[in-house]
C-alpha cells in the first residue's frame, strides 16, 4: 500500500522531469534547424561564375566602337562584368578602368564575415571589400539578398533619393526595429556579398519627383515588420510605418505604380527585384541569368 502511494507521489514530479525535458530537446532540436539553415544560406549569398574571367577579350571588345557592338559583345561583357545593356545605351566614351574593374568584381572571392542584429539573422559582407557601382540616378532601387534570417533570405532594398557617383549617392532605407527609416550612403550595399542596381522604365523626371517624395515622406518613419497585416499597406496620405521594401513599395505606389510583382499584402526585396517596372543596370553576386527569381 505505501509502495503504491509513493509511486504516486512520484508521477507529478517524473510527468514534469518528461514535460521539461520534451520542451528542451524541442529548443534544441529548434535552435539547431535554425543554426544550419544560416549556415546554409551562408553558402548561398553570393554565387561566382562557372566560367573564367576573359580580360583580354574583354580588352578587345572595348577597344571597338561601341556603335559595333553586337549582340554577342554585349552578352559577353554583361557575362564578364554584370552591366547591362541597358548601362551602355546612349554612351559614346567607355570608362575602361571602371568596366574591367566590375570584371574584377564579379570573379571576386574573398573571406565573408556576419553582422547579426538579431538572434539567427545575418548581414553577409566583405569587410576590406568596396565594389564597383555604376553612377546611380534619383529612382534608382537598390536590391541585395545578403541577409537573411532563421535561413530566409529576406533582403535588403533601398531607394536612391540623390544622384550621383556610387561614393556620393544617397539613398533612402529603413534599417531594423527600433531605428526610424534614415538617409545614408551605399556603402552597406557596395560590401554586400550581392547587389543589384534597378532603374525605372519612367522618365527621369518623374522618377526625380518619386525620389524628391521619398525625401519629404518617408525618412524618419518607425520601423515595422507587421505594415500589410496589422498596418495598411498603401499608406500614400499618412505614413505611419515602414520597412525597407515597403519603403521603396511606398514611393512608387505614392505615384500609381506597384512595384510587388506578387500583388500581396506583403512586400518584399525579392518582389521588387522581379518588378516588370524595372531594368537591370548592373548585377554582383546573384546568378547572372537568374538573378533573383
Known amino acids: 500500500m505505501s509502495a503504491n502511494k509513493a509511486k504516486t507521489k512520484k508521477s507529478p514530479l517524473k510527468r514534469a522531469i518528461i514535460i521539461i525535458s520534451s520542451i528542451l530537446f524541442a529548443l534544441v532540436v529548434i535552435a539547431a534547424f535554425f543554426l544550419i539553415s544560416n549556415a546554409v544560406a551562408h553558402n548561398m549569398m553570393r554565387v561566382a561564375p562557372d566560367y573564367e574571367m576573359d580580360v583580354e577579350g574583354l580588352e578587345q571588345v572595348l577597344e571597338k566602337d561601341i556603335a559595333d557592338?553586337?549582340?554577342?559583345?554585349?552578352?559577353?561583357?554583361?557575362?564578364q562584368t554584370g552591366l547591362t545593356r541597358v548601362y551602355f545605351e546612349g554612351q559614346t566614351t567607355l570608362n575602361t578602368a571602371f568596366i574591367l574593374g566590375c570584371q574584377q568584381d564579379i570573379f571576386f572571392e574573398g573571406q565573408t564575415e556576419h553582422d547579426s542584429d538579431f538572434p539567427f539573422s545575418s548581414?553577409?559582407?566583405?569587410?576590406?571589400?568596396?565594389?564597383?557601382?555604376?553612377?546611380l540616378r534619383e529612382g534608382d532601387v537598390l536590391i541585395s539578398a545578403s541577409v537573411h534570417t532563421m535561413g530566409w533570405i529576406n533582403g535588403h532594398a533601398a531607394l536612391v533619393i540623390t544622384g550621383g557617383s556610387s561614393g556620393s549617392a544617397r539613398i533612402a532605407e529603413a534599417v531594423s526595429v527600433g531605428t526610424p527609416s534614415r538617409t545614408s550612403g551605399t556603402r552597406w550595399f557596395r560590401q554586400a556579398t550581392n547587389f543589384l542596381v534597378l532603374r525605372p522604365k519612367i522618365s527621369?523626371?518623374?522618377?526625380?519627383?518619386?525620389?524628391?517624395?521619398?525625401?519629404?515622406?518617408l525618412v524618419g518613419i518607425p520601423y515595422?515588420?507587421?505594415?500589410?497585416?496589422?498596418?495598411?499597406?498603401?499608406?500614400?496620405?499618412?505614413?505611419?510605418?515602414?520597412?525597407?521594401?515597403?519603403?521603396?513599395?511606398?514611393?512608387?505606389?505614392?505615384?500609381?505604380?506597384?512595384?510587388?510583382?506578387?500583388?500581396?499584402?506583403?512586400?518584399?526585396?525579392?518582389n521588387i527585384a522581379n518588378s516588370d517596372l524595372f531594368e537591370v543596370i548592373q548585377v554582383n553576386g546573384f546568378d547572372m541569368d537568374e538573378l533573383w527569381s
Open 69 to 79: 557592338w553586337t549582340d554577342e559583345d554585349y552578352d559577353f561583357v554583361y557575362h
Open 123 to 135: 548581414h553577409d559582407y566583405f569587410p576590406d571589400k568596396y565594389f564597383n557601382m555604376v553612377d
Open 204 to 217: 527621369a523626371g518623374e522618377a526625380a519627383e518619386i525620389a524628391a517624395w521619398a525625401r519629404e515622406n
Open 224 to 270: 515595422s515588420l507587421f505594415v500589410g497585416f496589422f498596418y495598411p499597406k498603401d499608406q500614400t496620405d499618412n505614413v505611419i510605418n515602414t520597412h525597407c521594401s515597403h519603403l521603396v513599395w511606398q514611393a512608387y505606389k505614392a505615384f500609381g505604380y506597384d512595384i510587388d510583382s506578387t500583388g500581396g499584402p506583403v512586400v518584399s526585396p525579392r
